[in-house]
C-alpha cells in the first residue's frame, strides 16, 4: 500500500512538472511573438498611442549630430534623414532599413553625392518616387547664383536610382524652393521666396505634368515665413513650420492649417505638448498616417542646469551627448481626438 501510494505521489509530480514545463515554453513563445510584435510596432507602432513626444530610435536616428526631415517608404522598413552639418553648411542624405528587429547604421542614400548640399527627401504616398532639395550644379539651369531647387529619383527594379532628375523650370527658379510634400493624387505643395519671404505653393499634377505653381488661397500665408509644409494625403490639411508669429512659443513652432473647398484656415499653433521654446521644424507624416514626425533642437542647455559642470569630460559628455541642441527626431501620435482639437480652434 506505502508503494502504491508513493507511485501515485510519483507519478503527480511527473505531470505537475510535465504542465510546468509546457507552461514555461508557452510563455517563451508568447514572449518572442511579444517582442517581434514590440520590434515591428518600432517601425508602424499600429495602434499604440504616443501622447507625449517620444525621441526617434536615440543613438541611431536621433544622435549628437544635426538630424532632420525622417520620411519613410510605405512599408515603414526604409527610412530617409538629413544630416546637417553645424552652421547648415553642408548636408547630406543617409538611409537606414529595418533589420532583425532594429534600424542599421545610416548610410548614405545612392542619389545623394556627398559634395552637393542635400535636404528635405520626401517619399510619394505609393512609394514610387522619392523629391528631394538640392544646391548641386545642374547643366539644366543658368542661374547666377547656387540656389535649392526640387529634385526627384524614382524606385527602380526595388532600388532607388541614384540619377536625379530636376523638376524642372515650371517649378524651380532662381529663388529658393523647400521641402517639397506630395498628396496622394500628385500634386506637389513646397515652400518658396517668390515673393519677398517663404509663403506655401502648390503645383497641381495634370496629365502627368506639374503645372504652373500658386500660393495656397486663404489665411495660411502671411507676412512671416511659412516654411517646411507636409501635405496630408488626402490634401485636407497641412502642417509646416512658422517662423515669427505671434502665438510662437520658440524659434520655430509647427503649425496646422485645414482645407476648406480649397481655401486653406488660418494656422493653428500645434501647442505646448509638441512646441518649445527651442525649434520645432520639418514635420512628417508617416505612412498610415497615424503620427508625426518631427525635428526638434530641444537640449540640455535649454534651461539653466541645476548643477555646476566642474569638468572638461562633463562638459565633454553634454556637447556629444544626444541632447545637445542640434537636431533631433520626434515622433508622436497624430489621432482624429488630436485632429478635431485642432480644428476647433480654428477661427
Request: include cysteine; proline fraction near 5%.
Amino acid at each position: 500500500m506505502y508503494c502504491e501510494n508513493k507511485l501515485v505521489i510519483i507519478k503527480d509530480k511527473i505531470m505537475s512538472l510535465k504542465i510546468k514545463t509546457i507552461r514555461t515554453t508557452c510563455v517563451f513563445i508568447l514572449l518572442f511573438l511579444f517582442k517581434g510584435l514590440y520590434s515591428q510596432e518600432s517601425v508602424n507602432p499600429g495602434n499604440k498611442t504616443i501622447s507625449v513626444p517620444k525621441l526617434y530610435e536615440p543613438g541611431v536616428l536621433s544622435t549628437s549630430l544635426d538630424e532632420l526631415n525622417a520620411c519613410f517608404t510605405p512599408d515603414g522598413k526604409t527610412v530617409f534623414i538629413s544630416i546637417n552639418a553645424i552652421g547648415n553648411k553642408f548636408s547630406v542624405i543617409m538611409q537606414s532599413d529595418y533589420k532583425n528587429g532594429k534600424w542599421t547604421q545610416p548610410r548614405m542614400a545612392p542619389f545623394s553625392t556627398g559634395i552637393d548640399t542635400d535636404y528635405d527627401p520626401f517619399i510619394s504616398p505609393d512609394g514610387k518616387r522619392l523629391f528631394f532639395i538640392s544646391n548641386r550644379t545642374d547643366p539644366s539651369t543658368k542661374y547666377s547664383r547656387k540656389n535649392f531647387d526640387i529634385y526627384y529619383v524614382d524606385l527602380e527594379n526595388g532600388k532607388w536610382s541614384n540619377k536625379a532628375q530636376n523638376i524642372g523650370p515650371v517649378i524651380n527658379d532662381a529663388g529658393e524652393q523647400y521641402f517639397p510634400s506630395v498628396s496622394r493624387n500628385g500634386n506637389l505643395y513646397f515652400s518658396a521666396n517668390k515673393d519677398s519671404s517663404f509663403d506655401i505653393y502648390c503645383s497641381r499634377y495634370e496629365n502627368a505634368v506639374y503645372t504652373k505653381p500658386f500660393k495656397l488661397p486663404g489665411q495660411l500665408n502671411t507676412p512671416t515665413q511659412e516654411i517646411d509644409n507636409c501635405i496630408s494625403p488626402d490634401e485636407d490639411f497641412i502642417i509646416f513650420s512658422g517662423y515669427g508669429r505671434r502665438d510662437s512659443k520658440g524659434s520655430g513652432d509647427l503649425y496646422i492649417s485645414f482645407n476648406n473647398d480649397g481655401v486653406w484656415s488660418n494656422a493653428v499653433n500645434l501647442g505646448d505638448t509638441i512646441n518649445t521654446k527651442s525649434r520645432e521644424y520639418c514635420p512628417i507624416l508617416s505612412p498610415d498616417r497615424k503620427y508625426l514626425f518631427w525635428t526638434s533642437t530641444i537640449g540640455v542647455f535649454d534651461d539653466e542646469l541645476k548643477t555646476p559642470i566642474t569638468s572638461f569630460s562633463q562638459l565633454e559628455k553634454l556637447y556629444n551627448g544626444v541632447l545637445n541642441g542640434l537636431g533631433n527626431i520626434y515622433q508622436i501620435s497624430l489621432d482624429k481626438k488630436l485632429l478635431d482639437s485642432l480644428r476647433s480652434r480654428v477661427k
